[in-house]
C-alpha cells in the first residue's frame, strides 16, 4: 500500500508539474504585443496665425497604410498631422484671413527585401522588410480677399529594415520609433519656417 501512494503522489506531482508548464506555455503564447504609443507636440510653442480660420486639407493621393502597417501603429500619419496642427497652430479670431495645411504625404510603408537563400542564408539574418515613414506639408495663408499671403512647407522621414529572426514585439517599436522621428523632424522644420518664411504673419506665442 506505502509503495503505490509513493508512485501514485509521484505520477499526481508530474501531472501538475507538466500541466503548470502547459499554462505557463499558454501564457506566453497569448501574452498580448507592445502597445506601441502615438507622437506628440508638447509642450508648446504654438503660434497664432494671421488668419481667422485654420483647415486641415488631405491630399488627394494620401492614403491610409496597409492593414498590416495599420495594426502596428499607434495612429495614422495623416492624423499626426492634424494632431500637429491642432497642437502649433492658433487662429487669430480677429482676421479676415484663411490658412490651409495642405498634407501632400502622409504614409507608412513596408516593401519586402530579397534575402539569401542556401546555406548563407541559414547562418546569416538578413534584412526582411524595409519601413518607412515620410510626411511632406505645405501651410498657405490666404488674406480677406483670398489672395496668396505666405507659405511655409517641410518634409521628413524615417526608415529602418526588419530582420528575420526578429518578433513582433520589436516590430511594432520599430514603426514606433519611425513615426516618431518622422514627425519630430516634420515639427522641426515647420516651426523654423514659421519663424522665418512667412513674413511676421506667424507670431511666436
Known sequence: ???LLRQFSKRTGLTNMLAGAALALAACATAPAYSPTAPTFD???SYTLAAGVIAVVIG?????????????????PKAVVADWARSRLVADLGSTGRAELLVEEASATETALETRGGVTGVFT????????????????LFDGAGRPAGSARATSSASATFAEGQDEDQRRRIWERLLKQAAERMDAEMQAQLQSGLDGRARLN
Do not use: H, S, W, Y
Open 60 to 76: 488627394p493621393n494620401v492614403e491610409d497604410p496597409k492593414p498590416g502597417v495599420a495594426i502596428r501603429l499607434a495612429t495614422t
Open 125 to 140: 539574418r538578413d534584412p526582411k522588410l524595409d519601413f518607412k515613414v515620410a510626411f511632406a506639408v505645405t501651410l498657405n
Open 1 to 3: 500500500m506505502t509503495q
Open 43 to 45: 509642450p508648446p510653442p
